[in-house]
T-cell receptor, first 113, second 118 residues
Framework: DTAVSQTPKYLVTQMGNDKSIKCEQN?????MYWYKQDSKKFLKIMFS???????INETVPNRFSPKSPDKAHLNLHINSLELGDSAVYFC????????????FGPGTRLTVL | AQKITQTQPGMFVQEKEAVTLDCTYD???????LFWYKQPSSGEMIFLIYQGSYDQQNATEGRYSLNFQKARKSANLVISASQLGDSAMYFCAMREVMTTDSWGKLQFGAGTQVVVTP
């Protein structure tokens, strides 16, 4: 009965590699997000998609490319990984509108060596 | 500029006591939502409570209540009768009116680490 799921939960990789994180929600929401939580626990929005369309891109390096094949999925592909990309990445979803809470996935801990 | 300010980086509270976590926010939009999330050591983000800017009454959800003071732009979280399982990081967040610049994104404070002691 998982609402928002992410895979993988942990990702350890070398600098320069390309990796993807997958996110799926079964809540019927039409808006999905990627957030990054840094080592100081600060959470910041990266991207937002509404009905498969990119709405927010918070000046994230273009090495990060989100893709939304349908309303239930929002994947994050990262090219040429750098040490500074090490963080926890959260996917979230919500109904459209600022009155609705966002439901978060379990997070993916990315470690770049 | 920081939109959400949580001034308490960490606090200890004894089991069964109440604890208040401070949150102030900055917005010029008349319509916005305020949220509190809990992040235990296991890492997941758990939604706790929501307050809309037009809500007349303070939100409550079980042992959680939100002390909303609109004129002061504060949205403090009160946890009554603390339990050991309440030990976690708590984040205050705001979602402003939906425009192309801020479509539904949550802006988070830095968080408050709560440790509940027996």
């Amino acid at each position: 009965d998982t609402a928002v799921s992410q895979t993988p939960k942990y990702l350890v990789t070398q600098m320069g590699n390309d990796k993807s994180i997958k996110c799926e929600q079964n809540l019927g929401h039409d808006t999905m997000y990627w957030y990054k939580q840094d080592s100081k626990k600060f959470l910041k929005i990266m991207f937002s998609y509404n009905n498969k369309e990119l709405i927010i891109n918070e000046t994230v390096p273009n090495r990060f490319s989100p893709k939304s094949p349908d309303k239930a999925h929002l994947n994050l592909h990262i090219n040429s990984l750098e040490l500074g990309d090490s963080a926890v990445y959260f996917c979230a979803s919500s109904r459209t509108g600022n009155l609705y809470e966002q439901f978060f996935g379990p997070g993916t801990r990315l470690t770049v060596l | 500029a920081q939109k959400i300010t949580q001034t308490q980086p960490g606090m200890f509270v004894q089991e069964k006591e109440a604890v208040t976590l401070d949150c102030t926010y900055d917005t010029s939009d008349p319509s916005y939502g305020l949220f509190w999330y809990k992040q235990p050591s296991s890492g997941e983000m758990i939604f706790l409570i929501y307050q809309g800017s037009y809500d007349q009454q303070n939100a409550t959800e079980g042992r959680y209540s939100l002390n909303f003071q609109k004129a002061r732009k504060s949205a403090n979280l009160v946890i009554s009768a603390s339990q050991l399982g309440d030990s976690a990081m708590y984040f205050c967040a705001m979602r402003e009116v939906m425009t192309t610049d801020s479509w539904g994104k949550l802006q988070f404070g830095a968080g408050t680490q709560v440790v509940v002691t027996p």
